[in-house]
């Protein structure tokens, strides 16, 4: 393992901002660290750059721990997340500064040319004399991720590194981001509180949820199996629906689903989550919830469809257009939702 | 039917104009005509006169003392004015607020109190004053006790201008420097320094300005030496109550014009400052 946290707790007065992390990073891996806000991703990150110090627990780069290293000599990369560019120097100045200050110094021309070449990197030619005020967001971002590559940083680490551009630009630069990680092979870490970002930019995700980890997985492993009822609903829309789990079988309205993992509960309260799109809309006689449908939306080529239960609870479905309009329903009209695949955990809805 | 086009903001003619001359009025009678009072004053006999005022030795030791003063009090509360605000602005630490308050406190205090603390302090019936005696070192109506005065009214000049800046500043930029592989010189040498670097020469301006001016506490502690412990405005106010009035105004006049050098340079600074700050943008 190149990256390794072992057991991290750090504490800011009373808030507990990260709590017993262990988290293992191969090389060359890019991996999210993706949480709601004071989920401790930043605090960690910011921990494993030694800008802070874990109360308790190991860091190791590279197999070694680095608790005894300052951050200088680190060789960390960090982009912050409004960029920190150095305001009164230019682009060129901004990104070489990791070389200027090293010791012995570079000469001016090996700097230079180490600075155009990472401006090519990120598309930032001519640009050198422009100083930060003058750019867009987006290129903002681009010098700070050069100024971080700069040093050939052992891990680069980026603090919602898209968090403060518009959906536009976020979305090229994420598509821009994965290929500087697969022509760099650099270890990556990055911190995001967007699901789409994380799932699209990352070879692994690792959620967070008040300082701890709640699952770390492949982005497919993330979404199709969540561990947790948090991992359900905080990655995409979710429909919770309250349940009873009795000596390995889940009942609820109109169904009843095996649950071998919690045959010791018996007459227990539970959630069962199901995704929009892996419930099933059927008419006529069979298993199924009972519901009414509500209200249709139409988004592009799949189709949205609010229902409501017996006891009330929305249900909301999402299938293709040709689909919906096979089943011939319109609101008003009453049919039988069918889970493709459901989870159930147990607990107080 | 026309209508004349008029902006929404836009106040009477009548307004405009009274408010412009009642400003200008006061401006004029608060500060223009006493600044030319005093180089008529000062010019009332020729220019002779003036310069014979203005050689006299007495002036001359007076306007040296004012220089060694500030010479010695303005880089001292420099290297503390960027201490005091780099500790504050940067980190948290316990008794932040009071080290605030501690450094408004001469703003506070009335100078004429201040140097009433140092007679208090190091004067012959103060707390040290014997021990200083027994040592033979004289702070009060000597040199030391003025520049240890004006050090103390001086003191919040470069602080106060430099931490609500640096606050605004943060510390991102010298933690995106540490993590590059910076040391601590260098980041306070090539991030910090030039971040407040217009605030501080603002600061030190300021500072400068009220080092050479200061009276009420300089008044107390120095004792009116003449030729050894005067220094420019206690000249004036010494040659004033002795009626020579082209002398005090003279002596005035170096001062007055020492004000309009900073007043000058201020207003460079400020639209350097202000032009930078643009500059630098705050996203």
């Known amino acids: 393992m190149y990256l390794e946290l072992r057991n991290v707790d750090k504490a800011f007065g009373d808030f507990q901002a990260v709590s017993d992390v262990s988290l293992a990073v191969r090389e060359g891996e890019l991996v999210a660290l993706l949480g709601p806000s004071g989920s401790g991703k930043t605090t960690l990150l910011r921990i494993i750059a030694g800008l802070e110090r874990p109360d308790r627990g190991q860091v190791l780069i590279g197999g070694t721990d680095v608790a005894g290293i300052g951050v200088q000599y680190r060789q960390i990369g960090f982009v912050f997340q409004h960029y920190a560019l150095f305001r009164h120097m230019t682009v060129a100045q901004n990104v070489g500064f990791g070389l200027r200050v090293r010791k012995p110094r570079p000469s001016?021309?090996?700097?230079?040319?180490?600075?155009?070449?990472?401006?090519?990197?990120?598309?930032?030619?001519?640009?050198?004399?422009?100083?930060?005020?003058?750019?867009?967001?987006?290129?903002?971002?681009?010098?700070?991720?050069?100024?971080?590559?700069?040093?050939?940083?052992?891990?680069?680490?980026?603090?919602?590194?898209?968090?403060?551009?518009?959906?536009?630009?976020?979305?090229?630069?994420?598509?821009?981001?994965?290929?500087?990680?697969?022509?760099?092979?650099?270890?990556?870490?990055?911190?995001?509180?967007?699901?789409?970002?994380?799932?699209?930019?990352?070879?692994?995700?690792?959620?967070?949820?008040?300082?701890?980890?709640?699952?770390?997985?492949?982005?497919?492993?993330?979404?199709?199996?969540?561990?947790?009822?948090?991992?359900?609903?905080f990655l995409g829309n979710v429909n919770r629906l309250p349940c009873r789990i009795d000596r390995g079988q889940a009942t609820l309205a109109g169904l009843t689903l095996p649950?071998?993992?919690?045959?010791?509960?018996?007459?227990?309260?539970?959630?069962?989550?199901?995704?929009?799109?892996?419930?099933?809309?059927?008419?006529?006689?069979?298993?199924?919830?009972?519901?009414?449908?509500?209200?249709?939306?139409?988004m592009g080529p799949s189709v949205r469809i609010e229902t409501v239960d017996a006891a009330g609870q929305t249900l909301e479905v999402e299938m293709s257009r040709a689909h919906w309009n096979a089943l011939a329903l319109g609101p008003g009209t009453r049919a039988r939702a069918t889970p493709r695949q459901m989870r159930v955990f147990p607990g107080e809805a | 039917?026309?209508?004349?086009?008029?902006?929404?903001?836009?106040?009477?003619?009548?307004?405009?104009?009274?408010?412009?001359?009642?400003?200008?009025?006061?401006?004029?009678?608060?500060?223009?005509?006493?600044?030319?009072?005093?180089?008529?004053?000062?010019?009332?006999?020729?220019?002779?006169?003036?310069?014979?005022?203005?050689?006299?030795?007495?002036?001359?030791?007076?306007?040296?003392?004012?220089?060694?003063?500030?010479?010695?009090?303005?880089?001292?509360?420099?290297?503390?004015?960027?201490?005091?605000?780099?500790?504050?602005?940067?980190?948290?630490?316990?008794?932040?607020?009071?080290?605030?308050?501690?450094?408004?406190?001469?703003?506070?205090?009335?100078?004429?109190?201040?140097?009433?603390?140092?007679?208090?302090?190091?004067?012959?019936?103060?707390?040290?004053?014997p021990w200083l005696a027994a040592h033979d070192i004289k702070l009060i109506f000597a040199v030391p006790g003025i520049v240890l005065a004006t050090v103390f009214v001086t003191f919040p000049f470069v602080a106060r201008e430099l931490i609500p800046l640096m606050q605004e500043q943060g510390s991102e930029e010298e933690e995106a420097a540490l993590v590059l592989g910076a040391s601590g010189r260098q980041i306070f040498l090539l991030v910090t320094l030039p971040n407040i670097r217009w605030g501080l020469l603002y600061g030190v301006l300021l500072c400068n300005a009220r080092a050479m001016g200061e009276f009420g506490a300089v008044s107390v502690v120095s004792g009116h030496i003449r030729g050894l412990t005067n220094t420019m405005p206690l000249q004036v106010e010494i040659l004033y109550n002795e009626y020579q009035f082209v002398a005090a105004f003279a002596v005035a006049s170096l001062l007055a014009g020492l004000a309009l050098v900073t007043l000058a340079a201020k207003t460079l600074l400020e639209h350097r400052f202000a032009a930078t700050r643009a500059a630098a943008g705050k996203d």
Do not use: C
Request: charged share 20%; glycine share 8%.
């Open chain 1, 108 to 233: 001016a021309a090996a700097i230079a040319a180490k600075v155009h070449e990472l401006l090519h990197l990120v598309q930032m030619e001519g640009m050198e004399h422009r100083y930060p005020t003058q750019l867009s967001g987006g290129q903002r971002q681009r010098v700070a991720l050069a100024r971080a590559l700069a040093i050939e940083p052992r891990v680069l680490l980026l603090d919602e590194p898209f968090g403060a551009l518009d959906a536009q630009v976020r979305k090229e630069l994420r598509r821009w981001l994965r290929r500087l990680h697969d022509e760099t092979g650099i270890t990556g870490v990055f911190v995001t509180h967007d699901q789409e970002e994380a799932l699209e930019v990352a070879d692994r995700v690792v959620v967070m949820n008040t300082g701890r980890i709640e699952q770390v997985g492949t982005p497919e492993e993330i979404y199709d199996e969540p561990a947790t009822p948090f991992v359900y609903q």
């Open chain 2, 1 to 129: 039917m026309r209508r004349a086009v008029v902006a929404p903001t836009t106040e009477p003619a009548l307004v405009q104009w009274g408010l412009t001359l009642a400003a200008l009025g006061f401006v004029g009678i608060f500060l223009v005509l006493p600044l030319g009072t005093v180089f008529a004053e000062a010019l009332a006999h020729g220019p002779a006169a003036y310069l014979r005022a203005v050689s006299d030795p007495d002036a001359l030791a007076a306007m040296r003392l004012t220089l060694i003063t500030a010479a010695i009090a303005v880089p001292l509360n420099l290297v503390f004015g960027v201490a005091a605000s780099w500790a504050i602005a940067k980190f948290d630490f316990r008794g932040k607020s009071v080290l605030i308050s501690l450094i408004d406190l001469p703003f506070s205090v009335s100078p004429v109190v201040s140097g009433l603390i140092f007679v208090l302090l190091f004067g012959l019936q103060g707390w040290f004053g």
């Open chain 1, 259 to 298: 649950v071998p993992e919690f045959s010791g509960l018996s007459d227990a309260p539970g959630i069962a989550f199901v995704r929009p799109h892996d419930l099933d809309l059927a008419v006529g006689d069979g298993d199924g919830i009972p519901v009414t449908v509500r209200h249709v939306v139409l």
